[in-house]
């Protein structure tokens, strides 16, 4: 991925309140959605599932023409639970202010909003089923397990341990249960200075769902831990650049290494939040989240 310069402040006026600032970073322009103007329908969601949540808006915006334009984010937890706090962000000198009508989320992070007054209630909406390794097309280095991670010529990437803390935690989870299974020690994972080692492991900087198959492509890692539905998706897009296998040991469609996101009204939904909501929990939507690899959370 590319280097972007760092270009000071150009905005002609302050925000009137302090904001959360993203700098320029490109990738988090691929997660937001739509025009927020003229939007009656506002969803703010995390982001690993975007490709059915954009099928799932879309079958609902069918079936109600007259919400007319919906906006959304599918942002790391962390930009959208600030966003909703503070009312909006900037992304260099573009001031983005705009609340949601329904936050698609982890549960904890939902509850925290709860717990500020940003939301009443929220329940359980679809769930992940697993992890797996995303490789180039092929699998040229015959990567199939955690003990290939040992190996000089494999590089790792994996989400950010301080801006994507939800992803991360589930991916070295799975990978510390794997290696357990594999009775590897992997090493690298503890690097001594706290930093990731260069020459074994590449983080992310803010989006893994985005920049796990950059890092692939670009050639700066040779696998990356992936929930199985984003494989799945990257894999369907770019058929010419991606594989994805299951580690030894790795459990499909089990509670292991798995992830829940819940769903609720923000304030009181607006005009559209309850139809949204309700539209989200029928067999339509559950059937579009099982097409994309996710299956629907068990209250």
Request: net charge negative.
């Amino acid at each position: 991925m590319m280097a972007w310069l760092n270009w000071p402040d150009e905005q002609a006026t302050p925000a009137n309140r302090e904001l959360p600032r993203f700098g320029q970073y490109a990738a988090l322009h691929l997660d937001l959605h739509g025009d927020p103007l003229h939007a009656k329908l506002v969803v703010f969601s995390d982001g690993n599932h975007h490709m059915a949540l954009h099928d799932a808006l879309q079958a609902f915006a069918l079936a109600h023409p007259e919400v007319g334009e919906i906006f959304y984010t599918t942002t790391p937890p962390r930009i959208a639970t600030e966003m909703l706090r503070t009312g909006g962000l900037e992304i260099g000198n573009l001031r983005l202010c705009v609340t949601p009508h329904v936050v698609i989320s982890p549960p904890a992070v939902l509850a925290s909003l709860v717990d500020a007054g940003c939301m009443q209630a929220h329940r359980p909406f679809m769930r992940s089923r697993g992890v797996v390794m995303l490789v180039k097309n092929g699998n040229p280095k015959g990567i199939t397990g955690v003990a290939d991670l040992l190996r000089r010529d494999v590089r790792l990437f994996l989400s950010n341990p301080v801006t994507e803390k939800a992803s991360h935690q589930i991916y070295m989870d799975c990978l510390r249960r794997l290696a357990m299974h594999a009775r590897i020690d992997l090493d690298f994972l503890k690097h001594a200075s706290g930093l990731p080692d260069p020459e074994k492991l590449v983080y992310g900087e803010l989006i893994h769902h985005r920049e796990a198959p950059q890092a692939i492509v670009d050639e700066r890692a040779d696998a990356a831990m992936v929930f199985y539905h984003l494989a799945l998706r990257y894999q369907r897009i770019f058929p010419e650049h991606f594989d994805y296998v299951w580690p030894a040991g790795s459990l499909d469609d089990q509670a292991c290494d798995t992830s829940v996101f819940s769903c609720g009204l923000a304030g009181n939904g607006g005009e559209w939040g309850q139809a949204l909501l309700d539209f989200l929990f029928s067999d339509a939507v559950t059937k579009i989240y099982e097409h994309h690899g996710l299956s629907r959370a068990v209250p």
